[in-house]
């Protein structure tokens, strides 16, 4: 089980623990943040660039090929679902999107390019997001 703990700090800014690290999250300063660490957002992004280039070292490793560097590039944004071309016909209002470029250096033949394409969607954070998430409980206590 992975546990992660956050704490406002002041305005906008969170301070997150594992265990092992303290990080921070943050707003920009046009949204009334200081801007000290990215936003919610950039860091959902961060998560699954960070699973999306550690499952292919590992698969390439695993298989011997010769992966030089890998590196990827996620945009997120809010996409009303009339203007999505790969959306289902009963998608209504706004929908999530993400776009992703990944960048693999290496020699590589067109088959072995095709699975790392594939392999990229299975990350296990990619498979999360796809799959929808289940929220098991939400307590919020007051004191």
Request: include cysteine; proline fraction near 3%.
């Amino acid at each position: 089980m992975t546990t992660i703990t956050a704490d406002l700090t002041s305005g906008t800014l969170v301070e997150i623990r594992n265990g092992r690290h303290v990080w921070y999250a943050d707003e920009p300063a046009e949204l009334n943040g200081t801007d000290k660490g990215p936003n919610p957002y950039e860091m959902l992004l961060g998560s699954l660039a960070a699973c999306t280039t550690i499952t292919l070292s590992f698969y390439c490793q695993r298989k011997g090929w010769p992966l030089q560097s890998v590196s990827v590039k996620y945009e997120y944004e809010k996409v009303h679902a009339d203007d999505c071309s790969e959306c289902e016909d009963d998608a209504l209002g706004w929908l999530d999107g993400v776009r992703s470029e990944i960048f693999v250096e290496g020699t590589f033949d067109e088959d072995q390019r095709a699975r790392l394409a594939e392999v990229a969607k299975r990350c296990p954070v990619h498979k999360t997001l796809d799959n929808g998430i289940t929220f098991i409980s939400e307590a919020v206590t007051v004191g």
